[in-house]
């Protein structure tokens, strides 16, 4: 991970396009086979296809208003304009590709298709430079900053969170943990509305991008409003399962796992995972078992959060939830736990072989009072490591710069040592631990043809002077009032205290107040 410090910085980015020639597709829709078919004649063809492109099928009736296929598949018609088609592709995956495979009988104008590309490019989502001005002329960009000297660096990256329970900020505080989730937390869920995941998920967005969070692993349900709020927001996001025993409808974590697994939209994922081992019985947890091997993806959970859950899960089953979980293949192909506070040698010694993750929140364990993870014996052991807010009703702010803050000082206090747990590899896992977790490598630093999910630091604040160590300034002095800037895939969300997400703040915090009011006082 770099950080850069430059008097002058041009941001800009650019947007990859993927083409390749493909044969014949006469029908309104086609299976796996053809679809496999066609992509290796286009491999024939063009020489390589990116195996994340969103395949357009074109129909043979030159009827544009078609009916998609799936979400992956969307039918175009073949004559349409290059704008068109670049119109469906926006409604589709962001905007963020213009993946095209022309079908032999509607061939398009690549020519017009590169236009629209170098268009694209202007404005897109990779980053093509990052340095000191340069003695030959840049190209022109629609706009220049002058960072005067603040720090521009790969964004957080918050790897445990439960984005919509903005709605429970400061409701049931100070109460242990099955008490908070079993009497305050799980009855009002119940009555949680799809419109309010989506207002309440917004809310989140706004605190993410003002913290300098350009990304998120969020558990919680309701996905398809969860998701309509990041795309209308620009945000960026991986969903994590959260299967447990008050599901009506197990297989929907299936089809939600093929729904937002769209190829070739990096702005949004799902990963495979079950809430907890306390609150997903054996035979549901074999179940999702059954979908990690059959789709051969990494599983995430929450796992060993409190001592009262690890000693019951031993009562039961005579394991640790980390060895318990390994023994039916949970963590077959990989993925990892969130929380893992009372992890025993022999389960950091399992995470560390099987090279799974620990993601820690350490505000929230210490505010419901579940522990401290023992992170530098973690992190000797070699276990991968990144860091989650938890959810705004168990922390209650959304603030890697407090999460980069105690995962530093707890292990000093936890170790009885000064030296242990350095600043610099807290904010490694706060950025590029995170993107790793979430599977997003294109996100882990700030460099040419890398995306362009930054934040902006200004050290030009109290907090931050001298400037000694910058990184250790950003852990250890640093805040939210810092941040200066943040971008997602490109696009700038938030800035010295104005947010581009789409929507007026106070407009939000109007209908998330009224939503409090009318619901949650009965």
């Known amino acids: 991970m770099q950080i850069k410090k430059m008097t002058s910085l041009v941001l800009a980015a650019m947007i990859s396009l993927s083409l390749a020639a493909c044969g014949s597709s006469q029908t309104t829709a086609a299976t796996s086979s053809q679809t496999e078919q066609q992509t290796e004649t286009a491999a024939e063809n063009e020489g390589s296809v990116d195996k994340n492109i969103l395949i357009l099928y074109f129909s043979a009736d030159n009827t544009k208003d078609v009916d998609a296929v799936s979400s992956a598949t969307p039918m175009v018609d073949g004559t349409a304009s290059v704008e068109w088609i670049a119109n469906i592709i926006h409604d589709n995956v962001g905007g963020d590709l213009i993946p095209i495979i022309p079908s032999e009988d509607y061939p398009l104008e690549y020519e017009a298709l590169a236009d629209y590309a170098k268009k694209e490019r202007d404005d897109g989502a990779l980053i093509s430079y990052v340095g000191p001005r340069p003695g030959t002329p840049l190209p022109e960009f629609e706009r220049e900053i002058d960072l005067k000297g603040d720090v521009i660096m790969p964004g957080f990256k918050d790897a445990h969170t439960h984005t919509a329970m903005t709605f429970l900020r400061s409701f049931a505080d100070d109460l242990p943990l099955q008490e908070w989730l079993y009497d305050k937390v799980f009855p009002l869920e119940a009555r949680l509305t799809p419109e309010a995941v989506y207002l309440f998920t917004k809310l989140g967005i706004m605190e993410y991008v003002s913290s300098g969070i350009t990304a998120s692993f969020d558990m919680y349900y309701k996905n398809d409003e969860y998701i309509r709020a990041n795309r209308e927001c620009g945000f960026r996001t991986v969903i994590c399962s959260a299967l447990n025993n008050f599901d009506a409808d197990i297989e929907n974590i299936e089809r939600e796992f093929l729904k937002f697994n769209v190829p070739g939209d990096d702005m949004a994922g799902y990963r495979l995972g079950i809430h907890a081992e306390y609150t997903t019985s054996m035979e549901r947890m074999e179940y999702l078992c059954s979908l990690v091997h059959k789709y051969g ?40 736990g969130f929380h893992c506070t009372w992890f025993d040698d022999e389960d950091i010694e399992l995470f560390a072989r099987k090279g799974l993750w620990v993601v820690t929140n350490p505000a929230s364990n210490l505010k419901l009072a579940s522990g401290i993870a023992p992170l530098e014996k973690m992190r000797k052991a070699g276990v991968k490591l990144a860091i989650g807010t938890d959810g705004p009703a168990s922390n209650n702010a959304l603030d890697m710069f407090r999460e980069m803050y105690l995962a530093c000082v707890l292990q000093k206090h936890l170790c009885g040592d000064a030296a242990a747990f350095d600043a610099d590899f807290a904010l490694e896992m706060a950025c590029k631990g995170g993107a790793d977790c979430l599977d997003l490598p294109q996100c882990d630093d700030a460099v040419e043809g890398k995306k362009a999910d930054l934040t902006v630091i200004n050290l030009r604040m109290p907090n931050m002077q001298p400037l000694h160590n910058i990184s250790k300034n950003i852990v250890f002095s640093g805040s939210k009032q810092n941040v200066r800037l943040s971008m997602v895939n490109g696009k700038i969300l938030y800035e010295d205290g104005e947010y581009h997400l789409g929507f007026e703040p106070e407009d939000l915090y109007k209908e998330v107040n009224d939503y409090v009011k009318a619901e949650m006082r009965q």
């Open 297 to 336: 993806v990494p599983a995430f959970t929450h796992i060993s959060e409190t001592k009262s859950e690890t000693e019951e899960c031993i009562g039961r089953y005579g394991l640790t939830p980390p060895r318990l979980l390994n023994s039916i293949g949970f963590f077959d192909y990989g993925g990892g």
